[in-house]
C-alpha cells in the first residue's frame, strides 16, 4: 500500500495455517471426465460428426491439382515434403484414436486433426501441443499467429479445442510451418480432468516435412536407449532451467518403469548422477525447490534404484547401477521441512537478520538461508561443515577450503548460486555465498546440530551411518552386530573376509534401499582395504587366497553366470582336488593358467564394457555441449576421460592386478618363458621401435621397416606394409588361425606376445631405435643392434607390392547357373571359391569323416542381380553410398534394400533340397546370403583391397551354403605345425567346445592346444581351454551362408577372415564351464580325441598329395567327425 510492502500474520503474530489434509477428506467428491468412463454428465461415447469432411476433401482436391514436388531419387538424398500425408496414433490403454492428414496447397499447410474418444457430452477435448523442428525437440510458439489456438503455462504451448469433441483445422503458411507438431490430449469438464498421450506412453506427433517424419521413423527404429540419451543430452545442455532435482526426478521415473532397464539406460542414470556428483554438470540453473521435495525425491530415488537392481539378470545392468548408487544420497522424506525449519530456527533463536525483520547482518547467513530454502542440495554439508570451521578459527578461508576440498566447489562456483533461482539479498555487489560470513561463534552448537539435520536428509551413504540405518532391516542378529564389528575394524586387511560373509547374508534383502547402500558401502570398504595391499610382496599361495576372497566379494556384486562358472575352475583347482595334480606342478601350472585366463577375460570384459558404455554418453554429452543454442558445455577434459576413469572404480580392477602379479609365477611354473610365439616371420627383421596403440590402416611414409609394439590387437587386423614385427602384452595374444595371426605368416611378419611387463616397458623405451630381432631356441625374442651394413627386410606384402605395384586377382567367368551343387564344384573351379572346391576335392571312405551337403551361389551372381532392371534404383544408390565411403550404411543397404528375383529364390531352395540340405520353411534366409555379399564392404576388406591395389570391380564373392552340424566341439588342424621348434612330422591341433566361430573368429580366450606326432607318443599340451563363451547350434538347427571369395589363398596374400560367414538363425552364445569339461579333466578322452583329430589331418593331407593343410571341422555328439573346409597351409 502506499508503494510499501506489508507482512500481516494472524492474530497474535502467528502463520496461517490451512489443514489441507481435512480439507481434502471433507470436500465433496468431483465428478469424472475421464475418457471412455462414466461421469456425472453422461455416458461416454465417440461424439458424432458428419460422415464427409468436405474441407478436407477440397484440400486434397486443390494438393492433387497443384502436384506433388518431384522427389529425388535415392532414400540418403534429401526430399521435398509431399503434398498430403496423412497417419492414425491409437490413444493410451485403447481408449480411442486420433486420424491426422496435412495438405499443402496454394502455399499453405493445413493440419486435419480428428478425435475418435469416448467422452461424455459435456466434456471438452483439447490439443495441448507445441511445434518442433525435429522430433523430441523443445515446444515452441507457432512462428506466426495461429487462428483457434491460446497461448498456454511456459509460453511454449498453445491448446485448441477439438470443435464438438471431433474435428479442427490448424493453417499454417508455408514459410511458418514447422517440422512438426507434438500434442497431448487434454481433457476437462464436469469438476476433472485428465490428460492422455499414445498408446506406447509418448506425445502424438504429426510431422508437417518430409524429415521430420523420416527423422521420426529413425528415431522409432533407434537403438534401446536412444531416447534416454537424448533426454538427458537436452536436459542438461539446452534447457533453460535445470537443476539437481529435477535430474535426480528424471532418473527415479526412468527407474521407476515396470520394464526392466537396459544397459544403455543404466549406463546413462551411471554417467549423469557420477558426472553430476564430481560437479562437472550443473546442479543450479534458474531453477528452484522445495527442501522437502528434493528430501522425497533423494529417498524414492533410493527406492527404485533397489528396485531396479533387484529386478535385473543383465550382470552389466548390476554393475551401472551399483555404480550409480555411490552418487545417490539416501534422502529422507521427513526431514525436508526440517532443513528449512531449522535455519529458520537458528536465525531466530540467535537474532541474524531475515529478510525484512531485524537483527545481526550476516549476508553470508541470508544467502544460504534463501538456497536452503529453493535449491537445497548435498553440497550444502559441505557448506556447512565449512562454516563450522570457519565458526571454530574465525578465518573466512577455512570455509572455502572445506567446501572446496569436500564438494569441488570453487568460491567463484558458490558466487554464481545467486543466480540459480533464488534472490541475492547481499544488496552491496558480492555475490550469492561469495561472502566472507561474519564471526558468530555462539552459532557453534545449534549449526553442528543442524549438519546432523543436512546429513539426515543429503547424506547418510558412509558406513556408520548405514549400518544404523539399517537397524530392524538386517536378517538377523548376528549380522547386525557384524555390521558394526566391521565398521570398527574397517582398515583392518582381516575384515575382508567378514566383509564377503556379511554381504552374502544381505543378499536377499538387496530389494531394500538402505540394505543396498549398506552393501554398496561395504564393497567400497573391501576394495579400499584390498588397495592397500601389496601383492607384489605376496607368496603366491596368500595371493591366490587373497584372490580367492576378491572374487566371492565380486560374485555377489555381478551375479554373473560367467564369472561364476571361472570361479567354480578357479576353486576345483586351488580349494578343491586340484584336478588331480600336485600343487605347483607344470600341469597344475597349466590348468591354473586357463582358470586365470578365463577369469581375467570376464573381468575384461565388464570394465571395457562399461568403460565404452559410459564413454558414449560423455560423448553424446559433449557433442549436444557443442551445438548452437546450447546453454551449458560440459568440460571436454573431465569427458574424455570418464568412461576409463570410472571403470577404475570397479572391483574388478584387483582381480586383474592379482592376476598380474599370479600368471607369470604360473606361467614360469609350467615351464613356460615370457614370450608366445604366433608366426616366426622373415630370416631377419630388423626394424626401428615404434610404440602404437593399435596397428594402422596404412603405415606413415617414411616409417618402414617398422617393429610394431603394440597396446593391443583384435585379431581382425591387417598387417600393413612396412612393418616386419608386431609385439604386444599376452592379455592382448591372438589364436594361431586369427586373421592377424594368418596375415603375420603370410607375410613373414614376426608375431609375439609377452607377458613380463619389465620386457615390455624396455622394448617402450627402445621407441625410435633400429634393432635386429632374433628368436632363441626356446622361442623367446631378443634384439641386438644391427650391423651399418645389414640391409632392412621388408615384408612379403611390400615385396608384392614394390613388384608389382598391385595384386593380380584372377577375374572369373560369367556365372554358368544361378547355384552349383557340390557335385558341380569341380567340373565349374574358376566360378566358385576355395572353400567350394577344397571341399569337393575331399573324398573319404565311409567310416572316416564327413563332409556336409552343400551348394554355392557361383561368382558373378551378386552383379547379375545388380543389373536386374528391379535393382536400376538400388544400383545407383548403391554407387552414392560407396563414393562416401560410409561402409556401414552400404552395409546395412545391401541387407535391407537389394531384391532378389524370384529366380534366384526359387534355385536356392531348389538346389539345396537336392543336395539333402533342405532350408527351413520360414526362415529369412536371404538375408544372410544378401549379408555375405554385403561383407565385401567390411572396413578390413576394404582396407586390404586398398593395401595390395584390389579394385573393387576385381573382387567377387561367392556364397557357399550347409546346414550347420551340431557340434560339441570344434577343431582346426595344421598338419604340420608352426610352432617354433617343432618336430617336422608334428600337428598343431586346437579344440574349442561349441561351433568353431569362437576358434576362427579370435574370440577372447584360449582353445586346447597339442602338438600331436607320430608313433602313439602322449600329445604335448601347450594350454587348456579357456574361452568363456561358446557358441553352440541353435535349437532345431540352420544354414550358414560362407563367404568364399576369388581373393584368397593367393601368391603373397591370404584373404580367409576378410569376408563374413553368417548363419540363417543366430547362434546363442552360452558361458562354458570348465570345472567338470573332460577337455580339461578327463585325459584318456582327451588325448583319444587328440590322436583321432591327427589321424583325420594325415588323411586330409594325403587327399591333396601330401599337401600340408589347415583344417576346420567339427567333433558331432555322437563322436563322427565333419570336415567343414581344408586349404592349403599359411
Not at 526392466?260 to 560437479?279: C, D, F, G
Not at 589363398?1049 to 540363417?1064: K, M, P, Q, R
Not at 570348465?1074 to 583319444?1088: G, N
Request: glycine letters at 8%; one cysteine or more.
Amino acid at each position: 500500500a502506499n508503494g510499501q510492502e506489508h507482512w500481516l500474520k494472524a492474530t497474535g503474530g502467528k502463520e496461517f495455517i490451512i489443514d489441507v489434509e481435512e480439507l481434502v477428506q471433507s470436500a465433496p467428491p468431483a465428478p469424472a471426465a475421464l475418457a471412455g468412463s462414466q461421469s456425472a454428465l453422461g455416458a461416454a461415447r465417440v461424439a458424432e460428426r458428419p460422415t464427409e469432411w468436405p474441407e478436407l476433401a477440397a484440400a486434397l482436391v486443390a494438393a492433387a491439382a497443384g502436384g506433388a514436388p518431384a522427389k529425388k531419387k535415392g532414400k540418403h538424398k534429401k526430399q521435398a515434403a509431399p503434398a498430403a500425408l496423412k497417419g492414425t496414433s491409437e490413444l493410451e490403454g485403447n481408449l480411442g484414436r486420433i486420424d491426422w492428414h496435412v495438405v499443402r496447397s496454394d502455399g499453405s499447410v493445413s493440419v486435419f486433426v480428428e478425435g475418435f474418444v469416448p467422452l461424455a457430452e459435456g466434456v471438452q477435448l483439447f490439443l495441448h501441443m507445441g511445434c518442433q523442428a525435429a522430433p523430441g525437440g523443445e515446444w515452441e510458439l507457432p512462428e506466426e499467429p495461429l487462428p483457434g489456438t491460446t497461448p498456454f503455462g511456459d509460453g511454449k504451448a498453445t491448446r485448441t479445442l477439438l470443435v464438438d469433441q471431433a474435428r479442427i483445422v490448424l493453417k499454417f503458411s508455408e514459410k511458418a510451418a514447422p517440422g512438426g507438431l507434438a500434442f497431448v490430449l487434454y481433457i476437462t469438464g464436469g469438476g476433472g480432468e485428465q490428460w492422455l498421450k499414445t498408446n506406447s506412453g509418448t506425445d502424438f506427433a504429426i510431422p508437417l516435412s518430409e524429415d521430420f517424419a523420416s527423422a521420426s521413423v529413425a528415431s522409432a527404429s533407434a537403438g534401446p536407449g536412444d531416447d534416454v540419451a537424448k533426454n538427458f543430452c537436452d536436459s542438461e545442455t539446452k534447457y533453460d532451467n535445470w537443476s539437481h532435482f529435477q535430474r535426480l526426478c528424471m532418473v527415479k521415473d526412468l527407474c521407476s518403469r515396470t520394464k526392466p532397464l537396459n544397459t544403455a539406460e543404466s549406463a546413462w542414470i551411471a554417467a549423469v548422477l557420477r558426472l553430476a556428483n564430481q560437479k562437472s554438470l550443473e546442479w543450479y540453473r534458474k531453477r528452484g525447490y522445495q527442501p522437502k521435495d528434493m528430501a522425497q525425491c533423494q529417498e524414492a530415488l533410493g527406492g527404485a534404484m533397489a528396485a531396479a537392481v533387484a529386478a535385473s539378470a543383465t550382470p552389466t545392468v548390476r554393475a551401472l547401477l551399483r555404480l550409480a548408487v555411490r552418487a545417490c544420497p539416501r534422502g529422507s522424506a521427513s526431514g525436508g521441512d526440517a532443513i528449512r525449519h531449522g535455519i529458520l530456527n537458528i536465525m531466530r533463536t540467535h537474532g541474524i537478520r531475515e529478510g525484512h525483520r531485524p537483527g545481526i547482518e550476516c549476508k553470508f547467513i541470508e544467502q544460504w538461508h534463501q538456497k536452503l530454502h529453493t535449491n537445497s542440495a548435498p553440497d550444502d554439508i559441505a557448506i556447512c561443515e565449512g562454516y563450522l570451521e570457519f565458526l571454530k578459527s574465525g578465518n573466512p578461508d577455512d570455509l572455502f577450503r572445506i567446501v572446496l576440498e569436500r564438494a569441488k566447489i570453487t568460491r567463484e562456483d558458490m558466487g554464481k548460486m545467486a543466480t540459480c533461482g533464488f534472490v541475492d539479498h547481499t544488496k552491496n555487489g558480492e555475490q550469492g555465498l561469495n561472502v566472507n560470513p561474519k564471526h558468530l561463534p555462539q552459532l557453534y552448537d545449534d549449526m553442528k546440530g543442524y549438519l546432523g539435520i543436512l546429513k539426515h536428509v543429503h547424506g547418510g551413504t558412509d558406513l556408520k551411518d548405514l549400518c544404523e540405518a539399517c537397524k530392524g532391516q538386517y536378517p538377523d542378529p548376528g549380522s547386525e552386530s557384524m555390521a558394526f564389528a566391521i565398521f570398527n575394524e574397517r582398515d583392518s586387511p582381516s575384515v575382508l573376509g567378514k566383509i564377503v560373509e556379511l554381504r552374502s547374508r544381505l543378499e536377499p534383502q538387496l530389494f531394500k534401499r538402505d540394505v543396498l547402500m549398506l552393501d554398496v558401502a561395504l564393497e567400497d570398504q573391501l576394495r579400499l582395504v584390498a588397495e592397500r595391499s601389496d601383492v607384489s610382496t605376496m607368496a603366491r599361495d596368500d595371493l591366490i587366497k587373497f584372490m580367492g576372497t576378491l572374487l566371492k566379494d565380486l560374485k555377489l556384486s555381478r551375479r554373473d553366470p560367467s564369472l561364476e562358472m571361472g570361479m567354480e575352475l578357479f576353486s576345483r583347482m586351488t580349494e578343491g582336488d586340484l584336478g588331480g595334480q600336485e600343487r605347483w606342478s607344470a600341469a597344475w601350472c597349466k590348468l591354473m593358467l586357463s582358470a586365470c585366463d578365463r577369469l581375467s577375460i570376464v573381468c575384461a570384459g565388464v570394465a571395457d564394457t562399461i568403460a565404452e558404455l559410459l564413454q558414449t554418453c560423455c560423448d553424446r554429452l559433449k557433442e549436444a555441449g557443442a551445438r548452437p543454442g546450447a546453454v551449458f558445455t560440459p568440460d571436454a577434459k573431465v569427458l574424455a576421460a570418464f568412461g576409463e576413469e570410472t571403470a577404475r572404480c570397479l572391483s574388478e580392477r584387483l582381480i586383474a592386478q592379482c592376476l598380474r602379479g599370479l600368471q607369470p609365477q604360473l606361467r614360469r611354473g609350467a615351464g613356460l618363458g615370457p614370450w608366445e610365439l604366433v608366426s616366426a616371420g622373415a630370416d631377419k627383421v630388423i626394424g626401428t621401435i615404434v610404440t602404437m596403440k593399435a596397428l594402422p590402416g596404412e603405415l606413415p611414409a617414411g616409417m618402414a621397416p617398422c617393429i610394431a609394439v603394440t597396446e593391443t590387437l583384435t585379431g581382425w587386423e591387417d598387417i600393413p606394409a612396412g612393418i616386419v614385427a608386431v609385439l604386444l602384452p599376452a592379455a592382448h595374444a591372438v589364436d594361431v588361425l586369427s586373421h592377424v595371426a594368418i596375415r603375420a605368416r603370410n607375410q613373414k611378419v614376426l608375431l609375439a606376445s609377452c607377458d613380463d611387463e619389465a620386457i615390455l616397458k624396455e622394448l617402450h623405451g627402445l621407441s625410435g631405435t633400429r634393432l635386429k630381432l632374433s628368436l632363441s631356441p626356446s622361442g623367446d625374442v631378443t634384439w641386438s643392434a644391427p650391423a651399418k651394413d645389414e640391409g632392412a627386410v621388408t615384408s612379403e606384402a611390400s615385396k608384392a607390392l614394390a613388384a608389382n605395384g598391385k595384386l593380380v586377382v584372377p577375374k572369373p567367368p560369367p556365372p554358368p547357373s544361378m547355384i552349383l551343387a557340390i557335385s558341380e564344384f569341380v567340373k565349374n573351379r574358376k566360378s566358385i571359391g576355395g572353400k567350394s572346391f577344397h571341399l569337393a576335392e575331399l573324398t573319404p571312405k565311409a567310416g572316416e569323416y564327413k563332409i556336409p551337403p552343400s551348394a554355392t551361389v557361383p561368382f558373378g551372381m551378386f552383379e547379375e542381380v545388380l543389373k536386374d532392371p528391379m535393382n536400376d534404383d538400388f544400383r545407383e544408390e548403391l554407387e552414392e553410398l560407396i563414393e562416401q565411403e560410409d561402409w556401414a550404411k552400404v552395409r546395412s543397404f545391401v541387407v535391407d534394400e537389394l531384391e532378389l528375383p524370384d529366380k534366384l529364390e526359387a534355385a536356392v531352395l531348389a538346389q539345396l533340397t537336392s543336395v539333402g540340405a533342405p532350408l527351413l520353411a520360414d526362415v529369412p534366409w536371404q538375408r544372410a546370403m544378401k549379408g555375405v555379399w554385403a561383407s565385401k564392404w567390411t572396413d578390413r576388406a576394404v582396407s586390404s583391397r586398398k593395401q595390395m591395389g584390389v579394385s573393387e570391380d576385381a573382387l567377387m564373392l561367392a556364397v557357399l551354403a550347409q546346414p550347420l552340424e551340431p557340434a560339441a566341439y570344434a577343431f582346426v588342424i595344421h598338419t604340420r605345425s608352426p610352432m617354433t621348434n617343432a618336430n617336422k612330422e608334428d600337428a598343431l591341433v586346437e579344440v574349442v567346445v561349441g561351433l568353431g566361430e569362437s576358434l576362427v573368429s579370435n574370440s577372447p580366450g584360449r582353445a586346447l592346444s597339442a602338438s600331436v606326432g607320430p608313433g602313439g607318443a602322449a600329445p604335448e599340451l601347450h594350454t587348456f581351454p579357456s574361452k568363456p563363451i561358446g557358441v553352440f547350434t541353435p535349437d532345431g538347427g540352420t544354414h550358414i551362408f560362407r563367404s568364399d571369395s576369388n581373393g584368397e589363398d593367393l601368391e603373397g596374400f591370404a584373404g580367409a577372415g576378410l569376408y563374413d560367414s553368417i548363419t540363417v538363425v543366430d547362434c546363442p552364445n552360452r558361458p562354458v564351464n570348465y570345472a567338470s569339461e573332460p577337455l580339461i579333466f578327463d585325459a584318456k578322452f582327451r588325448d583319444d580325441l587328440l590322436r583321432k583329430l591327427f589321424d583325420l589331418g594325415r588323411l586330409v593331407e594325403a587327399n591333396f598329395n601330401g599337401q600340408p593343410q589347415d583344417i576346420e571341422g567339427a567333433v558331432l555328439k555322437d563322436g563322427s567327425l565333419v570336415v567343414l573346409q581344408s586349404r592349403p597351409q599359411v
